[in-house]
Every structure is written in C-alpha cells, then in structure tokens.
C-alpha cells in the first residue's frame, strides 16, 4: 500500500513523563522541557516545504499543547482525530512505572518497557492500536504533519515501514521527535 508523504511528531516531555507515570488517555502538562522540545520541532518544520499539507493531532492535551506550539506558524487549522491518541493502559493509568506488578521480562528504552503496553489490565493493547491506526492511514487524503504519542507513533511508523506491528520495538523512539515518512523511508530530523 502507498502512503502520503508524512512528518509525524511526538509531543515533547510531560510531567508524568518525567516522573515515569503511566498517562495513556490521561494527560499532564508539557514540562518546560516538553515546551522547548515543541518549540525545536516547529523551527525543524518550518524550514520545509509543507504547502498542501493537512496538519493532525491527537486531542490529548500534550499532543494538543504541542501541536500549538509546534505549529503556532505554520499551521492555519490543525484538526484533530481520535484516532491519534495514545495507546490505552486501562488499570494502570496514573501508576508510576515502578508500581506495577509485571511477571513478563522488560526491556527499557525511550518510549519505555514496550511490553508493559501489550500486558496493562483492561488496556487497549496491540492488536486494537494496530487497527485504529489502520483506519486512520486508511482514511488519509494526502501528505499530512501528525502530531501524536510515542506507541502510536510507532505503530504508524511500522504500519507505513513494514505494512505490520513486528518493528515496533526496533523503531526510534523518544520525545520531542520529528519523523519524516516518504517513499518507504523513514529519516530522524534534527
């Protein structure tokens, strides 16, 4: 399958991020870190040619807040989809990482433990992520500037890199990132 051209951002740093506190649909604050990493990414974007493109964010309040910042002037409407928000972590929302009760093995990395979200009581896990990013690049009219979260914006990633979930946990990740999707091929901007 073809994709549009794509930039996809993660919102930068939040207080519970910093804390290593589970937000999946609940939401703090941008840190002023998170400010300044918003702040890198609108400077990142304004220096491309981004005439015709759709700008999209999750309606979560971090995404949200990043999109504002990111896209303060570049952007003369920014959308949202629910489609985009984060994947859901049911009983474990508002937990800190350390707190949970996990009896499968985790590896860290920037996006944290990627199995904690397949393993979360009551969560959305993988597969229902999976589809609802599915249905979003489904209904995508052409090339777009994505602001979402670090699981979702993985599973996009590896839906459009691979056409399926398996390189989840091989993809960059972090806050504060500015993805770049065309032809197949995926590019970190600094």
């Given at each position: 399958?073809?994709?549009?051209?794509?930039?996809?951002?993660?919102?930068?740093?939040?207080?519970?991020?910093?804390?290593?506190?589970?937000?999946?649909?609940?939401?703090?604050?941008?840190?002023?870190?998170?400010?300044?990493?918003?702040?890198?990414?609108?400077?990142?974007?304004?220096?491309?040619?981004?005439?015709?493109?759709?700008?999209?964010?999750?309606?979560?309040?971090?995404?949200?807040?990043?999109?504002?910042?990111?896209?303060?002037?570049?952007?003369?409407?920014?959308?949202?989809?629910?489609r985009l928000r984060e994947i859901?972590?049911?009983?474990?929302?508002?937990?800190?990482?350390?707190?949970?009760?996990?009896?499968?093995?985790?590896?860290?990395?920037?996006?944290?433990?990627?199995?904690?979200?397949?393993?979360?009581?009551?969560?959305?896990?993988?597969?229902?992520?999976?589809?609802?990013?599915?249905?979003?690049?489904?209904?995508?009219?052409?090339?777009?500037?994505?602001?979402?979260?670090?699981?979702?914006?993985?599973?996009?990633?590896?839906?459009?890199?691979?056409?399926?979930?398996?390189?989840?946990?091989?993809l960059p990740g972090g806050q504060?990132?500015?993805?770049?999707?065309?032809?197949?091929?995926?590019?970190?901007?600094?």
């Amino acid at each position: 399958m073809s994709f549009p051209e794509l930039y996809i951002l993660r919102h930068g740093e939040t207080e519970w991020n910093a804390e290593g506190r589970m937000q999946g649909a609940l939401n703090s604050p941008l840190t002023p870190k998170g400010e300044m990493d918003a702040a890198r990414q609108g400077e990142i974007l304004r220096s491309r040619d981004l005439d015709g493109f759709a700008f999209i964010a999750s309606p979560q309040g971090r995404a949200f807040q990043t999109a504002g910042i990111a896209l303060a002037r570049i952007a003369f409407h920014i959308r949202t989809d629910d489609r985009l928000r984060e994947i859901g972590v049911g009983e474990w929302s508002g937990l800190l990482r350390r707190e949970l009760k996990v009896s499968v093995p985790m590896q860290d990395g920037p996006d944290g433990p990627l199995a904690l979200y397949e393993h979360a009581p009551s969560g959305e896990g993988f597969a229902a992520l999976e589809q609802r990013c599915r249905s979003f690049l489904a209904d995508l009219e052409g090339p777009s500037v994505l602001v979402t979260h670090g699981i979702t914006s993985r599973m996009i990633r590896s839906l459009i890199l691979t056409g399926g979930p398996d390189a989840l946990g091989t993809l960059p990740g972090g806050q504060g990132n500015v993805f770049h999707l065309h032809d197949g091929q995926q590019n970190l901007l600094e």
